[in-house]
């Protein structure tokens, strides 16, 4: 897109063509007194995120200070002690460490993959990551004939008879039909979850599962599995989607072709670890919680910067927003910074535990855990006649977030604040633009240069533009 | 985001969450069977761009195999050849190229801007990119004092006195504030369009422009300016934001701090080029069009990836999906490829000339030049009464284009159509999520690598499902 208004008879057109562009999804309804004022006050939370906002160097140090951060790891540790020291920055009415105990799983020396008993592809090496939990192979290196599969019928009608001492391939990729890609991940990712212990049933020695990802491209992505202990834990690994089509075409032409894998990981003793909390005293219902978060861990590849550094930091920004507004919040606000949910969620638990004990009642409790992305809405999760009393009270003024491209809907939310469900709060879930989140999602990939400052800021203004109104119009 | 569902109880929970989230925006309303039907085609569409696209393996070819293209040079040349030749391929009615003169700028040497005459930073290089269209400092090193100004206000105070001799230096950023990136952008580059020639009223000798970016970074962005025939045509570059950023710093400090810049450019006779045009004819209105298109010209540095060879390749493709699907329309559905929108526009203003010679009636023409980020809508132009017909007829079906996070909205079209406007007819302007355009826009970093292969085949997928609304429901 150029300057044709270098003619100024186009020049006016242009001009036109460019602000009504840029405004014709800004443009606000007619406002009753108290509309203006509101939308004032999230005009000005949106001004001191773009203007003004800290999110995008605090995501910087954590990336490269910290980096990454899995459970029970020094990486963890020292995320903990700089998010401590950041928040005790910003005037808080208190900040402190809720200890929890979590999973220390280590992946130990890279994982060696590689193509052996062929002639074209022999030794060739295939991009591989351990999938978290994994056991290794005993400093020994596993080979075997792969049997590849794209469903768990594929999988019963081969049984034992055609797995015994093999490595089961699962190469179901995910459906780039799904426009929102959290469906396509929710239909695939049940191969790297239950793939270990399905196959394991059938006898077979390992498994590779295609990475989590709907680019076709040389990073293998991590993530949780799940091991059945009625049989044996067998050896996972993910393989980059380049990496599987590799393998499967090989497949097709070479039935010779082995695998070897070596993997070095061992799961540890739990480790005392912590959530980090900070928090504005409401000054009508200081018991009453209004809570924004993330988690702290990462897995322990990349920088962990979209998933969820990018939550993090932006959950510590919406209450330095507040403070240095001056805002006077009816209900407390917190931040929450939540440890483990990558493989385990025990800072989640443990947080909704504590809250139970001290009979806190979070009013609403909003996760950033989609990325860094451009801000597109939240959604609500809550029994109907909560969400009903949401979209009459609060919703209601959603027309003031929608020159910020921001649609409240119901359904959604996240996996940290799932254990406050008892509650009868609502939960929320921030949602970005997720086109691009797999392109990264736990992957050497996740790191600080994928994340826009912009979209970032953007981001946490439209948490704290969502908080304030909870916190005006309460439920 | 990780998966808790590693514990069944909460494990069905995340699944649900994920499900829910990705769904929460993907619902339907109740449908006739008419809409269901269309919802059909219309998701039919986005199939093919999501699994069988081509726009993303053309816009790698387009960005390297052809390479950036600006009106006039060998690079334009040869995009003309490739995208007949890609256009011959597909299967269409016809596809012809249609002759227009085009302006013949060039950069020559790369330009040198170095800060002199002070203790601290003497000859540091400024990041730098002369203007399109700017003069050469004639093989002399230009240099001066260096007098900033941040708006046409303090440059007329300052007056002949004030910059005769001198070199002007305009830094006032674009506005951070603005939510919709084009109007930020509209609101500052009158500096780089009209500086200058404002400047050399007064004497100056050459200026310098804070490039149109909103990211603090190295890469100076060009663009075009305007002369004024009636004073002299001084030398223009862009330099960086971060170079605007040290530079400004450090007149404050140094105020003996002086410029040199030396500009190899110059402006050879107009060339013959070429429109690239591609058509399926209508079944009952051949002679009624419903045109796709972007600009094949780019600027002379990165790939012109999402300027504007995105928009490029989305159109060749929606024509491309109707002959895959044995779609008949009903109009004639044609792919126009502009030459020449970043400098001159004579590629647009050609076309609406022969459309008017061959008495040819443009239903709607349809600019894809905003960036192959994820679609968000489209903006529409017209006169009242074609506009309020669009919206009864055609934007009454905007439901079935919810499900893909669109919206139909009055104002926004774009440069290369904008000459069509006097047909009557309805003009369009695809509008993608805008936050990162302006970190790429006119500048080295505009590369195929910046933009994403699935948020490209979306962009195609609506520009197509737009097509096929306006073909079945007319005007």
Redo the contacts between chains.
Sequence with gaps: ???????TS?GV???L??????????TLPAQTPDQAADAAVIRKI??QA??DGLCYPWLHDLCFDVGHRLSGSIGAEKAVRWSKAVLDTIGLDSVWLQPVMVPHWERGAAEEVLVIGTKKRAGIRLDALALG?SVSTNDKTLSGEVVEVTSWQELDDLGERGIRGKIVFYNRPMD???????????GA?DQ??HGAARAAKYGATGVLVRSMG??LDDYPHT????YDTTVTSIPAVAISTNAAERLSALLQTESTARVSMKLDCRTLPDVLSYNVIGEIRGSEFPDQVILVGG?LDSWDVGHGAH??GAGCTQSMDVLRYFRQMGYKPRHTIRCVLFMN?????RG?QEYAREAERKGEFHVCAIES??GGF?P??F?F?AEESVLNKFFEKVAAHQSLLE???L?L???????DI??L?GQKGLLS?F?P?S??YF?Y?HTAADVFEAV????LE?GAGSMAALVYLLDKYGL
């Design positions: 897109m150029g300057n044709n208004w270098i003619k186009k057109f242009k001009a063509v460019l602000i009504v562009l840029a405004t014709h999804y800004t949106y001004d773009l203007t939990g780039p039909t799904k426009i929102r890609t959290f469906e396509a991940y929710g990712v790297r979850v709907l680019r993530g949780t599995l799940r988690h998933d969820d949910e990558e493989n385990g969620l989640g855990d989609a451009t597109r809405g959604g999760d020159p910020y491209g649609k809907a119901k359904g959604g939310s996240g996996a799932s254990p469900k879930g949602s633009d086109q691009r392109d999602h826009s400052k912009r979209e953007l």
